[in-house]
């Protein structure tokens, strides 16, 4: 009876010890967050923190975005746990606050959380999720919790998947689990690295618990062979597969490949980005046969334009149409727009103060300038470019426009559009900190949201441009086109009330 009863009390420790339930002790910044219940933005984020990492799911007429929540000088050992937002129409959101929880103990695989994916399966959710914890090896490695309503997790420390010998301990991270059905099989798409090189790996299972290592499933093919492909993910939508990642470095770009099945080969279209590099971190969710992606607009060190760019900052969610070859293209979210037009905030047109002469190293501009824009709203433009192309300058100072350190340029010529955070006099032996291909035609046509230090480029319904401007609120801003062009323009602002 002594041993019976022992065994038994070991079995219960075992299923104890193997489905922890996920809490910890909240912090106080976690507390703070819960108290915020709700938040209406283009871009959001609860204050006092950030967000990072998007892990989209539409379920049952709502988008859920879990993501990891980023506390600046906190005062927990641990990082970024898992939170959640949810929305049905990407303008109102519920903060639901922590839903799974980094382990504040430095000897912890859990002491940092990253990125992962969830599914639902029968009525049962499942997040796997990255580990990561610098005191440990491997650093990183795969976690697996459950849930019955997306809000509370019970951890499966049991189904922890470790890096194989093939793979680099260090760099094993942001597991996408997906549904293949013509394999009749789930497969999980991990980020890692294989010979020096940055690769997406593939691991298979049928029952969601046993998981078959299949070897390096993406090869990288970016410009930068050693860069690590992050937040990968596959998704079938309009009867094309399409595998997505964000290069780690130089370009920070979120890109995709088509593929007319799920093993490839993989095509990289001639516009193979979603955006520029002020989008990161973008992961698809699909509504209704509609295409999604959900990325962070990055903060800046300081909050000033001149700092260096941080990890995390504002949600940011654009709505991708495929054209007949399967390129994808950026729009705004019907959602949004649809809270846009409803919106009983003011509606006026813009016309220029003034009207001032630019030199420049690469020719004579006529610049006009505009007042303030609100703190939020959509800007809605209409410019003719005869030529080679036009300069939206912002955060005016005075009348001096060659001053001016925000600068988003539309090329024409080169059929590219530009940020560059540097004087315009002097852009043309700058950097651009972030550009994109754009065909350009007779006209521009733009939906520019604007939020705080935060404008969105929406160009000619084909293009989305995330740009973070410190300077830009409650200062002028301009529209600067060569002397020997003419000057057509229809500009209207939607102010959110």
């Not at 922590?98 to 639902?120: F, Q, R």
């Not at 094309?240 to 007319?260: C, E, G, I, K």
């Not at 973070?468 to 003419?486: A, E, H, N, T, V």
Request: proline residues 6%.
């Amino acid at each position: 009876m002594k041993k019976l009863t022992s065994a038994i009390i070991f079995a219960l420790l075992a299923i104890y010890i193997s489905n922890t339930p996920a809490y910890s002790k909240m912090s106080k910044e976690t507390l703070q967050n819960k108290s915020i219940t709700h938040i209406n933005a283009f871009f959001p984020r609860v204050d006092g923190s950030f967000v990072g990492d998007p892990m989209p799911v539409y379920n049952e007429g709502e988008f859920d975005i879990f993501y990891l929540n980023d506390v600046r000088g906190g005062s927990d050992l641990g990082v970024h746990a898992i939170h959640l937002l949810s929305t049905t129409d990407l303008y109102h959101y519920q903060n639901h606050s922590e839903v799974i929880p980094y382990v504040n103990n430095v000897n912890d695989p859990e002491l940092l959380l990253g990125t992962g994916s969830i599914i639902k399966v029968g009525d049962t959710w499942h997040a796997w999720y990255t580990a990561h914890n610098e005191n440990v090896f491997p650093v990183e490695s795969i976690m697996h919790a459950t849930s019955k309503d997306r809000l509370h997790w019970v951890k499966h420390p049991q189904d922890t998947i470790l890096p194989g010998d093939n793979y680099r301990g260090n760099d094993f991270r942001d597991p996408h689990v997906v549904w293949v059905a013509e394999k009749k099989e789930y497969w999980m798409l991990i980020t890692t690295r294989s010979n020096g090189r940055g690769v997406i790996a593939r691991y298979s299972s049928t029952d969601l618990k046993n998981w078959e290592d299949r070897g390096v499933f993406f090869d990288n093919d970016t410009l930068t062979s050693n860069s690590n492909l992050e937040c990968p993910m596959l998704i079938f939508f309009n009867g094309r597969w399409y595998l997505s990642f964000s290069d780690q470095w130089p370009l920070r770009l979120t890109q995709y490949r088509v593929a007319d099945n799920p093993e490839g080969p993989w095509r990289k279209l001639g516009n193979y980005a979603v955006d520029g590099a002020g989008f990161y971190a973008g992961k698809l969710a699909i509504k209704d046969d509609r295409l999604f992606i959900f990325g962070w607009i990055p903060t800046k060190a300081g909050n000033s334009d001149q700092g260096n760019i941080d990890w995390a900052g504002n949600l940011v969610v654009h709505e991708l149409i495929a054209d007949k070859d399967g390129q994808l293209k950026s729009v705004i979210p019907q959602e949004l727009q649809g809270v846009i037009n409803d919106n009983p905030g003011s509606v006026r047109s813009l016309q220029p103060v003034k009207t001032l002469k630019t030199a420049t190293q690469f020719g004579p501009l006529q610049s006009y300038v505009y007042p303030p824009l609100p703190k939020r709203g959509e800007l809605t433009a209409t410019v003719d470019i005869p030529s080679a192309g036009m300069i939206m300058s912002f955060g005016l100072t005075d009348d001096h426009i060659s001053d001016s350190t925000l600068n988003v340029v539309f090329n024409k010529t080169k059929g590219k559009i530009y940020f560059f955070n540097s004087p315009l006099t002097s852009i043309h032996r700058a950097n651009a900190e972030s550009w994109m291909d754009v065909p350009m035609g007779e006209k521009i046509e733009l939906h520019i949201l604007i939020q705080d230090s935060m404008a969105v480029f929406y160009i000619n319904n084909t293009a989305a441009f995330s740009t973070r401007m410190y300077s830009m609120p409650g200062k002028p801003w301009s529209i600067s086109l060569p002397q020997s062009d003419s000057f057509h323009a229809t500009l209207k602002i939607q102010e959110m009330k």
